[in-house]
Structures are given as C-alpha cells and as structure tokens.
C-alpha cells in the first residue's frame, strides 16, 4: 500500500489488487454526499435517500450507518458500497472497487473516519502471510477450468458462465487460479480443478434474481448444485 498517497480512501494495491474489507469501510453516506446526493430523512443511526438509479419520489433507499449497509425497500435489494456502486454506475464488482479504491468522487466527511482508515493502514500492513488477495478478475474461464467443469463435473457451460469469473489471487507470495462464483458482500467461493475450495475475501450468500419480484426462491447447498447437468 502507497503510505504517501495523500487521499486515504484509496485503497488500491500495485494497481493489480484491491482490499475489500478496506473498500467496503468506506462509509457509504460520505461517498453518496460526494456524488452531490443528500439524505431526505435523517434517524438516529440511518438515513433515507431518492434511489439515485431510479425513479424513487418515496425515499426508499436506505442507508444503515453504524453498518455501513444499504437495501432499497422499492426493489428488495441492497448490500455494500460496492453493491451500490455496481447498480449506480451500472458495472460489475471489479469495475466497482477499481472506482472505489482510485477515489473518484470520494472525499471524506470527518475526521473520525481519517482515525479508522489510518487504524485499517496498520492492520493492512500487519496482515498474515496466508491471507488471500485478489491479483486478477476475468469474465472468461481458461479451457482447463472449462473442461473441468464439462467433464468432471459435468456442469452446462451455456448456462453457468455469466456467474462464474476466473480469479486469480495470491497466497504467501505464490500465485493460485481458481474459478470464482460472486457473493452479495463482494467476495467469492473458490473452487479449483483438483481439491481447493474456499472463499476470498467476505462469506456471504449469492443471489441470483430473477425480474418478477414474487419469483419462487431455490436454496442450493453448494455453488455447482445450482446449475443444471449437461447430458
């Protein structure tokens, strides 16, 4: 981490990796106050906003400040800052941190959130070796990834890939490649073509919805349980 970068939100990492946990610190009142968005309705320990990216006369959008949460009560959606940044600038999570953590339209409204972001910088510093970090995101899984998906676990393709990204991140200084399925908080469950299966960065649950707002609900156990077997 640049320790001479003068905006502390930034929280990009040699420009190949971002901290999650570090982005998503970022209070989400202070960025949407510095897209020029202001609360209608003030309460002690939230606030309610217009939905910014969409028609919203009732202020239906949220804001949980002592979580650092949003859920849009118009849509039955909500999340992180990252989740809201994805809907505002119409974006995919990667494209989200990257805009987070280069600090555009980000500034900071008080000084106690200097004091964390600097606390967040020495923990950052003081990381253990053995913590995974995202280097790389991609849309398209390399062939070996694929044809272990086809052929062992016999998974369709056509239908799977658009919620599944390549990942490749890093472990105690050694690179790893997994295939990634995206959670709601910004994380992923990991899962590789021999035995590795993990999770990088916040565990969380996926959502996959569909645009009827009464859609039936399928709980899965397992990321690959919820797609189809090809034949």
């Not at 897209?35 to 606030?47: D, L, M, Q, S, V």
């Not at 910088?121 to 086809?150: A, K, T, W």
């Amino acid at each position: 981490m640049n320790m001479n970068n003068p905006n502390p939100t930034i929280t990009a990492m040699n420009n190949e990796y971002y901290n999650l946990q570090y982005i998503k610190a970022i209070p989400i009142e202070n960025y949407l106050h510095a897209c020029g968005i202001e609360p209608a309705k003030r309460y002690n320990g939230y606030t309610l906003y217009h939905a910014p990216y969409r028609e919203d006369p009732n202020a239906s959008l949220k804001v949980d400040f002592r979580q650092n949460l949003w859920h849009d009560y118009g849509i039955s959606q909500g999340g992180s800052i990252i989740d809201l940044v994805m809907r505002m600038q119409g974006c995919g999570a990667y494209e989200a941190m990257a805009h987070l953590a280069e600090g555009k339209a980000i500034t900071l409204a008080s000084s106690s959130f200097h004091r964390e972001t600097h606390t967040e910088q020495i923990r950052g510093e003081q990381r253990p070796s053995n913590v995974r970090r995202i280097l790389f995101i991609s849309e398209e899984l390399p062939l070996y990834l694929q044809n272990y998906l086809r052929e062992v676990r016999r998974i369709d393709l056509a239908v799977a890939s658009p919620y599944l990204r390549h990942i490749r991140y890093e472990v105690g200084g050694r690179e790893y490649s997994a295939i990634g399925f995206a959670n709601r908080a910004g994380g992923y469950e990991l899962r590789d073509d021999k035995t590795f299966k993990g999770t990088i960065a916040s565990k969380d649950i996926s959502v996959i919805a569909e645009e009827a707002s009464n859609a039936p609900l399928c709980i899965f156990e397992g990321v690959w349980t919820s797609f189809p077997i090809s034949r």
